[in-house]
């Protein structure tokens, strides 16, 4: 009651003119987004016999949810238009039976950025398929030297098609959909890929975290990584304070400043910043000036770096490891923010896929068995979505609905979406449920 | 401040409720407690939350009694109140963690048989809290679904089983309608032709019995004629003419109509046997069937009727006239057998399988048995009381003859082919009963074992039947209905299942003893205290008793200890009696423990361990003897 009554004095001062539009909508979804519940009106009926590893909703319609499982199956469903009362059924599967299917797990699947016409699928047979939605056909294939654990696409590109894959190799490799072979392969790490995960203020920027413990930056027109976050490397909060920025900037600018130049010049003369580690005689001098950072072996977590997620905006990124730990980086700096986020325990040997609110404000972690919603800058815990019973895999938040989709091993894939208004509820539902005592 | 501690003071109030009602070890919650835990909780919703809480505390306690109470307390809430619905749901899989125990690594804790009928009964509510909630909670739609298609529980499907059995009788009646149906119409097409065989052959019969009547009338006119004649005053004479008359109508069988009676008795058969048999089962047929159009159906029903009557009086006709011949011989067959269990009766024959050889032997002296029981002749009942029963066998065939046989009348002709052969050899009398001599096995006489009958703690008596030791009760003595000895005091009962042994009968002896000696000294104090102050009794008294217990001890050998002991286990015993949760958890010594004691004791294993190793030292050395 009360939080509707707040509601209509918001809508009074919009009509007024006293809040802006775009924080007027803002306030409603954070509004929304603070209740969600799971949803008793959206059932996503699963047909996957498997884990669920990846979960997606088109970027362009917010409609079509894209979903891969461990049995080698991968299905479409429409999150909007139900099949029948509040049931959505998949609009099509591709499993083993396709003659064009995965032989094995599926580990990831995402659409095309563009549009819904293409798909990317990713499984630990070593493949990559793209597929046409409409025909439910391959229409490019690549083969990989080991079992593929992530897949990822750039949303800003617009000069490249460039999937970019972690598998078990230790190259990540970037597969051009336009050619139909591998346009690059990134070395530097030292153990299998496990995530991948593209900028979202740069098109050329790639970010990967491997079971090795560390998370490079690429650049993708310029050979090696020019970034290796390391944990030992923390600030305060989420941007050094402004009173002692100019002072902790020009040391940290000086370091950046002399890593690049040392990265450009290639000498190995000059004082290298702590935590970078020496690489001694011969072996540097053979290297390619380029190429030096991958000597560089910080980790960002103790064991692998299992999820990756970057803010909206791109100044940020989240990273979960093995070690039970979300690190927040302010990707400018390439420093730790030490926010500590509760977590208790993470699922340590699969790919994690989190989902952040469009403000980023919120970031839904799967923990084991529950999905936690986190403040991203104070790490509190906000709401914990207790429903699969056995742990969660992926989550993807659609942005447009304020909806947040989670796969689990239990095979289900469960909707939380805010809970509804009393007019909605009373139009549907076959009879009210009440309380029973007897007399 | 003040609300808030007032609802805590509640809260505490509802959690004790809970507390108290699932601190029993009864297979149900307390209807009084339940009673008062929802009608404490249906008026505050504050309390429903401090319940919900308590309850999944308590869901956690690490003892499935516990658990299976709160479970119940849980249904019935659940069954009740939106909120603690809503509650729940949020920690559902939690719950059923707790109740169901599917995680491994979080297993129902003991005692295993309450725990496994925690399981069933979790299972069974969420089956009932999803048919009836499952549309408004997910939750549950989703618990249920992953224990039924994930971890492929079963549940009790009660709802399904119902519907299906429905199903199943709805698809029974119907086909038996249509069975109904097709036979109906069936009849319709040709009940004429099934009236006419019937009536035809009801005419027959009257046409067989008018000629029998014709032909008794004509032979008995005279006899009539003559009776007629003479006077019959008096009211007996002349109910037995009438009767004699009624007998003189009756047609007898004789040379002449032998042919016609044998129509008849066949044209009986098929009445009896064909025509009343399937008119009763077409007018069955006809009421069961249902019909839009009941016109015909009325008709033909009052048609079969009618001749279902007349077939009655037809069947009687005949049956007077004499044609309840069918049945003659299965009447001596009856008689038969009702003579062969008055028998076997008699002579309380213990094994039945010799029911019908008993019959042989009885069938002889049975006959004028029969005579004598009618006369009632006390002498030779008492005497057939006292005879003898034996088996039968072929010596009876020869019972108390004298006869002699003749060795080579056999009827083989052998006519002196190996020899001469003497015709009149005989074998002597005696010679015969010699070798006739009945042969009698031994049959041991069948005790009755008497069963133990020692009290069980669940209940009920020990029925097991051992001759003279109990393994579980001791030995086995003369008890009442309770199972109480009935040589023991009432006091020292509990010790019977302990004391097997002759040490420890002897030290309850002893005890005996000691108690006796103090209930003696109990009585001189009553003396003592009428003469003397009660600080000096007590004194005294403490004394005395101390110095004859110390006697009393030492009079008897071992005593000392034992005696305590039995104390202590009498002690423990009545504990056991009243059962707590904790007595509950206590695990029972099974025969396999004590093997497992035995064998895994350390000593056993390393005798075994040594035997072992010796043997594969043997071994080693015969197949390389020459190596060292």
Redesign the interface.
């Known amino acids: 009651m009360h939080r509707h009554r707040h509601v209509w004095k918001q809508m009074r001062d919009r009509e007024a003119g006293k809040v802006r539009p775009h924080s007027f909508a803002n306030r409603i979804k954070s509004n929304r987004i603070s209740q969600l519940q799971?949803?008793?009106h959206k059932?996503i009926v699963s047909p996957h016999k498997g884990a669920i590893n990846s979960l997606q909703i088109d970027s362009t319609e917010g409609r079509y949810l894209l979903s891969a499982a461990s049995d080698a199956s991968v299905a479409v469903y429409d999150v909007q238009r139900p099949t029948a009362i509040s049931k959505h059924t998949s609009l099509f599967v591709l499993d083993k039976h396709h003659h064009q299917g995965h032989k094995y797990a599926v580990s990831s699947a995402i659409w095309y950025p563009i549009d819904t016409g293409l798909f990317v699928t990713g499984s630990y047979d070593h493949h990559i398929n793209v597929w046409d939605t409409n025909t439910t056909q391959v229409v490019v294939n690549f083969k990989m030297p080991g079992k593929v654990h992530r897949t990822a696409m750039s949303n800003l590109s617009t000069s490249h098609m460039l999937i970019a894959a972690g598998t078990e190799d230790v190259q990540v490799r970037l597969c051009d959909i336009a050619s139909g072979a591998f346009a690059h392969t990134l070395s530097g790490h030292r153990d299998g890929v496990m995530t991948v995960e593209w900028s979202n203020s740069s098109e050329w920027v790639l970010v990967t975290g491997g079971c090795d413990g560390a998370i490079r930056f690429w650049d993708i027109r310029r050979a090696g990584c020019f970034l290796v976050l390391d944990q030992s490397r923390t600030q305060l909060g989420r941007r050094p304070p402004v009173l002692k920025r100019s002072m902790i900037t020009k040391d940290s600018s000086t370091k950046l400043r002399a890593a690049q130049k040392k990265h450009a010049i290639g000498s190995g003369s000059r004082q290298l910043p702590i935590g970078r580690v020496p690489s001694k005689g011969p072996m540097k001098q053979r290297l390619h000036p380029g190429m030096l950072s991958t000597q560089d072996r910080a980790t960002a977590h103790y064991g692998a770096v299992t999820g990756l997620k970057a803010t909206g905006d791109g100044m940020y990124l989240l990273s979960a490891g093995s070690d039970s730990r979300l690190r927040l980086w302010d990707v400018q700096s390439g420093c730790d923010t030490l926010v500590n986020f509760e977590t208790v325990r993470l699922q340590t040997n699969k790919p994690l896929q989190f989902a952040t609110t469009q403000d980023a404000t919120l970031v839904f972690v799967p923990c084991m068995?529950s999905v936690k919603a986190f403040d991203m800058w104070s790490g509190n815990m906000n709401s914990i979505l207790?429903?699969?019973?056995e742990c969660v895999n992926s989550c993807w938040f659609n942005q447009q609905d304020q909806e947040l989709y989670t796969g689990g091993n239990?095979?289900?894939i469960?909707v939380w979406s805010p809970a509804r208004s009393i007019a909605d509820e009373m139009d549907e539902?076959?009879?009210e449920?009440?309380?029973?005592?007897?007399s | 401040m003040d609300t808030e501690e007032v609802g805590h003071r509640k809260g505490t109030k509802v959690e004790s409720l809970i507390e108290k009602a699932t601190n029993t070890t009864a297979p149900e919650v307390d209807p009084r407690l339940l009673k008062a835990i929802?009608a404490v909780v249906?008026y505050s919703d504050s309390e429903l939350r401090f319940a919900t809480q308590a309850l999944m505390d308590l869901m956690k306690r690490d003892h499935s009694q516990v658990r299976y109470l709160a479970l119940l307390i849980i249904d019935e809430l659940f069954?009740?109140?939106?909120?603690f619905?809503t509650l729940v749901v949020?920690?559902l899989?939690q719950l059923l963690s707790l109740s169901v125990g599917f995680r491994r690594n979080l297993p129902l804790p003991d005692p295993p048989a309450v725990a496994s009928v925690l399981r069933s009964k979790a299972i069974e509510f969420l089956e009932k809290w999803n048919v009836t909630?499952g549309?408004?909670?997910?939750?549950l739609?989703?618990?249920y679904?992953?224990l039924k298609n994930?971890l492929r529980f079963q549940f009790p499907n009660i709802q399904a089983n119902v519907e299906r059995i429905q199903q199943e009788r709805r698809e029974r009646e119907r086909r038996s309608r249509a069975i109904l149906l097709s036979k109906y119409e069936s009849l319709q097409e040709n009940s004429s032709s099934i009236k006419g065989g019937i009536l035809s052959t009801m005419d027959e019969i009257d046409e067989c019995l008018e000629i029998l009547h014709a032909k008794q009338e004509s032979m008995s006119d005279d006899i009539l004629d003559n009776e007629e004649l003479g006077d019959f005053r008096s009211l007996e004479l002349q109910q037995l003419r009438f009767e004699a008359l009624k007998e003189g109508e009756k047609v007898y069988e004789n040379s002449e109509n032998t042919v016609v009676f044998d129509t008849l008795r066949e044209l009986y058969k098929l009445l009896i046997t064909k025509h009343l048999v399937s008119i009763q089962e077409w007018i069955s047929v006809l009421v069961r069937v249902e019909l839009v159009d009941n016109r015909f159906r009325d008709s033909i029903l009052k048609e079969f009727i009618d001749i279902r009557n007349r077939l009655k009086s037809v069947k009687n006709k005949c049956e007077e006239a004499g044609c309840s011949l069918l049945n003659s011989s299965k009447h001596e067959e009856e008689d038969f057998w009702e003579e062969g269990n008055v028998v076997s009766m008699e002579i309380s024959c213990s094994a039945p399988d010799n029911k019908n050889e008993h019959l042989d032997v009885a069938s002889t002296s049975h006959k004028m048995n029969n005579d004598n029981l009618v006369e009632s002749n006390p002498q030779r009942s008492k005497l057939i009381a006292e005879a003898p029963v034996v088996r039968w066998s072929s010596y009876l065939d020869n019972w108390g003859s004298n006869r002699v046989f003749m060795a080579n009348q056999r009827g083989l002709e052998l006519d002196s082919h190996w020899g001469r052969v003497d015709d009149d050899a005989v074998i002597p009398a005696e010679k015969i009963a010699e070798l006739n001599v009945h042969a009698m096995p031994y049959e041991e006489k069948e005790i009755e074992i008497q069963p133990c009958l020692a009290p069980l703690r669940k209940g009920g008596l020990c029925q097991r039947r051992d001759l003279k030791v109990c393994p579980f009760h001791g030995p086995i003595i003369p008890r009442d209905d309770e199972g109480r000895p009935l040589n023991q005091s009432s006091s020292e009962d509990m010790n019977m299942d302990l004391g097997t042994d002759l040490v420890e009968q002897l030290a309850k002896q002893a005890v005996k003893n000691v108690r006796e000696r103090d209930q003696e000294v109990a009585k001189k104090r009553e003396i003592d205290k009428q003469t003397l102050k009660r600080a000096k009794l007590a004194k005294i008294r403490e004394h005395n008793e101390a110095v004859l217990r110390d006697a009393a001890l030492a009079s008897t050998s071992r005593s000392a200890t034992l005696g305590e002991d039995l104390e202590v286990e009498d002690k423990l015993s009545a504990r056991d009696k009243k059962q707590s949760l904790a007595s509950m958890l206590r695990k029972k010594v099974t025969p396999k423990d004590r093997i497992a004691q035995k064998l895994l004791s350390s000593r056993a294993r390393v005798t075994a361990d040594r035997q072992h190793v010796s043997r594969e030292d043997a071994n080693y050395r015969e197949a390389f003897p020459s190596q060292w």
């Open positions: 799971l949803s008793n059932d068995r207790r429903g699969h019973y239990d095979r289900q469960l539902g076959p009879a449920d009440q309380d029973n005592w007897s | 929802k249906r069954m009740r109140s939106k909120l619905r949020e920690n899989d909630f549309v408004h909670y997910r939750q739609r989703l618990g679904d992953y994930t």
